[in-house]
Nanobody, 126 residues
Framework: VQVVESGGGLVQAGESLTLTCKAS????????MAWFRQAPGKEREFVAA????????YYEDSVKGRFTMSTNNAGNTVYLQMNDLTTEDTAVYYC????????????????????WGQGTQVNVSS
């Protein structure tokens, strides 16, 4: 399974950016997916997660109300709409995926994901 992120870039504080992540493998497999990020000198942290049906979501407290994660309901592509970005959001954003039996299930735990992308850089300038 290949996981590929896109959409990173440089924006100014207060602006918006949308990240996309696609998991490719079996066309019949659907994935619970999540975003994590790692800022320079810091540990990787959870950002958001979604079940493949899009019915269950989790968000890290600092992004609630600003970030929205959604899915294309095919269970293999997710989006992270990031609004009102701050310099604290500067990081490499990683997408993770794994397949579970339930369309409602997702998890914020990094260890629960087997498939990871290479990351996309998001830089927010003040």
């Amino acid at each position: 399974v290949q996981v590929v992120e896109s959409g990173g870039g440089l924006v100014q504080a207060g602006e918006s950016l949308t990240l996309t992540c696609k998991a490719s493998g079996s066309t019949s497999t659907r994935y619970a997916m999540a975003w994590f990020r790692q800022a320079p000198g810091k540990e990787r942290e959870f950002v958001a997660a979604i079940s493949w049906a899009g019915t269950t979501t989790y968000y890290e407290d600092s992004v609630k109300g600003r970030f929205t994660m959604s899915t294309n309901n095919a269970g293999n592509t997710v989006y992270l709409q990031m609004n009102d970005l701050t310099t604290e959001d500067t990081a490499v954003y990683y997408c993770a995926a794994d397949h579970y039996g339930s369309s409602q299930y997702t998890t914020p735990r990094a260890g629960d994901y087997v498939y990871w992308g290479q990351g996309t850089q998001v830089n927010v300038s003040s």
